[in-house]
């Protein structure tokens, strides 16, 4: 662009063709003609004010897309790190499963063995090896269950409500 002299008059002319748009700025000069003397003027505070935003932008662009880059690569440390910790979850769930279910079932090899011992019945080792005192009583099996519905119906009524009205949107 050439270089102005301050003595000379500087004009551009502006061709608009969209008419919403023109719309919308004849009705925003109607509702501020008494700041503006004269449709040039503001016309020209829009554009000095759309110029300075555009100013301040370029500034600082290098600076936001440096933050954003930051941020990206901050969600996904994040990411990996709630990942590992799942998959560390998972492996300690795994583990503390596998030692309550074999401890389940030695508890009730014992009590079941304790109850066989008190009416008399036959204890050898071929009946334990062939796993006769592994069931859980039913008495127990009936408690279990209760408990296992009290957990079910106030922990995790929520999650299966979510999940059948996921099923029920598709």
Do not use: W
Not at 23 to 36: A, P
Not at 52 to 75: C, P, T, W
């Amino acid at each position: 662009m050439k270089k102005i002299k301050s003595d000379r008059v500087f004009e551009k002319k502006l061709r608009i063709y969209d008419i919403r748009f023109m719309e919308e700025l004849n009705e925003f000069y109607q509702k501020h003609s008494k700041e503006y003397p004269n449709v040039n003027d503001f016309l020209t505070s829009l554009i000095r004010t759309g110029l300075d935003v555009e100013k301040i932008a370029d500034k600082n662009y290098s600076d936001y897309a440096g933050k954003f880059a930051s941020i990206s690569n901050k969600l996904t440390d994040i990411q990996k790190s709630v990942d590992d910790s799942n998959r560390g979850f998972l492996y300690n769930l795994k583990d503390i499963i596998c030692t309550m279910l074999v401890s389940q079932k030695i508890l009730m090899r014992i009590y079941n063995m304790a109850l066989a011992n008190n009416e008399g019945l036959p204890l050898n080792n071929e009946l334990v090896k062939a796993s006769f005192y592994d069931d859980l009583p039913a008495e127990l099996q009936e408690m279990e269950k209760e408990i296992k519905d009290f957990y079910a119906n106030k922990y995790f009524k929520d999650v299966d409500d979510k999940k059948q009205e996921n099923n029920e949107k598709e």
